[in-house]
Nanobody, 122 residues
């Protein structure tokens, strides 16, 4: 069993930056791919970024490529999402996810966090 707790969300102006963190419990953290997804009001949850268990491979949605960076620290059981050049359309609840690489990228991971709100004002 893996529990995921996100933090770092908040209100930021367009063009600003935020860094989300996801702390995972359990000794098997380093065996999971990790990812971030988001859900805006009235929209379906969508994939944002994912990282392999080793950190050697990263994947991004086209909408965030070049602006967001996903990373992980297996010693701290934590995955991060650095979000730069934020836009109002990035406003959403951001969820941390853990599982196999395919599931994490396809919004069908084994585990979800509870989510953290990110609001970007124009």
């Amino acid at each position: 069993q893996v529990q995921l707790v996100e933090s770092g969300g908040g209100l930021v102006q367009a063009g600003g930056s935020l860094r989300l963190s996801c702390a995972a419990s359990g000794r098997t953290f380093r065996s999971y791919a990790m990812g971030w997804h988001r859900q805006a009001p009235g929209k379906e949850r969508e994939f944002v970024a994912a990282i392999s268990w080793s950190g050697g491979s990263t994947y991004y949605a086209d909408s965030v490529k070049g602006r967001f960076i996903i990373s992980r620290d297996n010693a701290k059981n934590t995955v991060y999402l650095q979000m730069n050049s934020l836009k109002p359309e990035d406003t959403a609840v951001y969820y941390c996810a853990a599982g196999g690489t395919r599931g994490v990228r396809a919004t069908t991971p084994d585990y979800w966090g509870q989510g953290t709100q990110v609001t970007v004002s124009s």
